[in-house]
């Protein structure tokens, strides 16, 4: 069993910056594919940011490309969401994931482990 906490959510304005974490309590943490999802009320969770096991590859949702960045410290088991440039259709309640397997993962079903998500609200 993996459990992911999120943090680093919170309230900000469009334009700020701001960086999610979420630390993994899996001693494999170097060997799970990682991924953020985010979900605004009303709508589906959709897919944000991925990364494999060893951040080589990343890849990211087109709304936020440019603008995002998924990174991951292995040595600390903990992976990032940088967040520039935000707008308010950003907003929403952020997940961390955890997926076995050393590939990308960008369909929610791909992922094992879900954190309890990290709410973001960015004000116009």
């Known amino acids: 069993q993996v459990q992911l906490v999120e943090s680093g959510g919170g309230l900000v304005q469009a334009g700020d910056s701001l960086r999610l974490s979420c630390a993994p309590s899996?001693?494999?943490?170097?060997?799970?594919?990682m991924g953020w999802f985010r979900q605004a009320p009303g709508k589906e969770r959709e897919f944000v940011a991925a990364i494999s096991w060893n951040g080589g590859s990343t890849t990211y949702a087109d709304s936020v490309k440019g603008r995002f960045t998924i990174s991951r410290d292995n040595a600390n088991n903990t992976v990032y969401l940088q967040m520039n440039s935000v707008k308010p259709e950003d907003t929403a309640v952020y997940y961390c994931a955890a997926g076995s397997g050393l590939r990308l993962k960008t369909s929610p079903a791909q992922y094992t482990y879900w954190g309890q998500g990290t709410q973001v609200t960015v004000s116009s």
């Open positions: 899996a001693r494999t943490f170097s060997s799970l594919a």
